[in-house]
C-alpha cells in the first residue's frame, strides 16, 4: 500500500510513498475551535495583557506612537489586529495624527502597494502614514549604544523619534532566533545591515539544537537588548494552528509576553519524531516566494535527516533565489567551514548572507545531499547552487532511494516553513 503526499502548490503533482518506507508525517497541530471569534481572542488579549498594564493606560494621550508591522514574508492578520490596537489607542486619549506605522522590512525587498493595501488595509493606507523601513538607506539610520554583548545597533531614525512603540506580529519557531516574534520587530525589522549581520552571523556560529525552538538562546538575547534599547514598549503577537486560524493572541511586555506565546507556538509547531529520516521530503510552505524564505524548510532537516541523508525540498519560488540578496545565486551555497574561514578572512562582507548560506550549508553539504523541485528556479542554477536538479517530487524520491537503497525510511514534513522537529530517540 502506498501512502498519498499532496503539495500546497498548484501544478505540483502528488507523489507515493510505501506504507514500508514512511516512517512519519510531520505538520502542525489544528486546534479546537475557540468560543471567541479571532477578532474578540485580539480584544481579550489587549484587556489582559502580559507584564504590563492595558495598552490604554499604557499609552499617552500626548505621546507619538509607532506601529511596527512584520512584512510580506509573515501571514500575521495585521487586518484584524490593527483596528483594536487603534479603538485601545483612542481609549487612551490618543489622537489620529500623534500616529504612525511603519513596515518593519529587515533586509527584505520593498512591498509593493498592493502587498501593504493587503497588510494594513485600505482605511489605514488613507488616515495615517504608513512607512517603509529601506534597510539600503544609510541616511535613515541612527546609531545607539552597542549591546552588553558588542553588537552595533543602526535603527530606523523613525524609531528615535517615536515616544511609544508597538509591535505587531507572530510567534513560530526559526532557526534563526529560536522563534520569531517578540523584539525580533525592532531587530532585524527596522534595523541596517550592520546589526542584522552581527546577529545572523552569531546565529549560524549555533547548531540548530542550541538555537531553533528555544526561547532563550543567545541569538534572541541579542534582539531582546537592542528591542529594549531602541524602545519598543508594547507587543501583539498571534500564534497561529495549521490551517492559518488564530489560536492565541499575546500582547504587552516584549520579553514576557513573547515567552508566553512561544510556548503556545511550540506546542502547535514542536512535533514529535522518534527516529531522524534517510529520506526527507518536505514543502517550504507559507515560506514558497524565494529560495531564501524556502531556506527556513530546509534548516528543519539538520536535526531530523540522518547523515548522508537525502533532503528534498519542494518550493514554487515564484521570485527565483533571493532578490535581496542577490550575490546568492553567484555563490551558491558551501559547506560551513567553507564559508566561516571567508568570514574569518574578510573575504565575505554581508554577514547575513554568509549566515543563511552556512545554514543551509550543514544540511545540504555537511548533512547529506540536497534536491530541489521547483518551477521557479532552472536546471542550471540548481547545480550552481549546490543542489541536484529534480522535475517532479516522483523523480526525486526515485533518485533518494537509489541512493539511499529500497529500505530507507523516508519522513514528510508539511508546512514546513514552520514546523519544528522535535527529535526523540528510540531507546
Known amino acids: 500500500m502506498a501512502i498519498k503526499i499532496d503539495f500546497p502548490y498548484k501544478g505540483y503533482p502528488p507523489v507515493y510513498i510505501p506504507e514500508k518506507s514512511l516512517l512519519a508525517i510531520l505538520k502542525p497541530k489544528t486546534c479546537v475551535d475557540s468560543d471567541q471569534s479571532e477578532i474578540d481572542q485580539i480584544r481579550s488579549a489587549l484587556k489582559r495583557p502580559i507584564g504590563t498594564p492595558p495598552l490604554r493606560k499604557l499609552a499617552g494621550k500626548h505621546q507619538k506612537i509607532l506601529i511596527l508591522v512584520d512584512d510580506y514574508t509573515r501571514k500575521t492578520p495585521t487586518e484584524l489586529i490593527i483596528p483594536q490596537v487603534i479603538e485601545e489607542l483612542a481609549a487612551a486619549g490618543v489622537p489620529p495624527g500623534n500616529i504612525k506605522f511603519m513596515i518593519a522590512s529587515g533586509l527584505h525587498r520593498m512591498m509593493t502597494e498592493k502587498e501593504k493595501l493587503e497588510k494594513v488595509g485600505k482605511s489605514i493606507m488613507e488616515t495615517y502614514p504608513v512607512m517603509d523601513h529601506d534597510w539600503r538607506k544609510t541616511d535613515s539610520l541612527l546609531q545607539l549604544p552597542t549591546t552588553s554583548r558588542g553588537t552595533e545597533i543602526w535603527v530606523n531614525k523613525e524609531i528615535l523619534a517615536a515616544d511609544f512603540i508597538i509591535g505587531i506580529g507572530h510567534i513560530v519557531p526559526t532557526r ?62 498571534t500564534i497561529h494552528d495549521a490551517t492559518g486560524k488564530i489560536s492565541r493572541c499575546v500582547c504587552g511586555d516584549p520579553i514576557e509576553a513573547f515567552r508566553s506565546g512561544c510556548k503556545t507556538a511550540l506546542d502547535i509547531y514542536g512535533v514529535p519524531l522518534a527516529e531522524p529520516a534517510d529520506i526527507l521530503l518536505v514543502d517550504s510552505y507559507p515560506g514558497d516566494m524565494e529560495l531564501w524564505q524556502a531556506g527556513k524548510a530546509i534548516f528543519a532537516a539538520e536535526q531530523a535527516l540522518k547523515q548522508d541523508g537525502v533532503l528534498i525540498l519542494v518550493s514554487p519560488c515564484t521570485e527565483g533565489v533571493c532578490r535581496s540578496h542577490p550575490q546568492l545565486a553567484e555563490v551558491g551555497y558551501m559547506p560551513f567551514a567553507e564559508i566561516e574561514a571567508m568570514v574569518e578572512r574578510g573575504e565575505f562582507k554581508d554577514l547575513t548572507l554568509a549566515s543563511h548560506i552556512a545554514k543551509v550549508g550543514r544540511v545540504i553539504f555537511d548533512k547529506g545531499t540536497g534536491v530541489l523541485v521547483s518551477d521557479g528556479i532552472d536546471p542550471e542554477m540548481t547545480r550552481r547552487l549546490g543542489f541536484r536538479w529534480a522535475s517532479t517530487a516522483e523523480e526525486a524520491l526515485k533518485f533518494a532511494f537509489g541512493l539511499k537503497g529500497p529500505d530507507a525510511k523516508v519522513v514528510v514534513i508539511q508546512h514546513g516553513g514552520e514546523v519544528l522537529p522535535v527529535l526523540n530517540p528510540l531507546s
Open 176 to 237: 534563526v532566533a529560536g522563534f520569531t516574534g517578540g523584539a525580533k520587530i525592532i531587530q532585524p525589522g527596522v534595523c541596517g545591515a550592520v546589526t542584522t549581520d552581527q546577529t545572523h552571523w552569531l546565529s549560524a556560529c549555533y547548531s540548530s539544537e542550541e538555537i531553533f525552538g528555544r526561547i532563550d538562546n543567545p541569538v534572541r538575547r541579542e534582539m531582546n537588548d537592542v528591542g529594549r534599547r531602541a524602545g519598543l514598549k508594547f507587543i501583539v503577537n
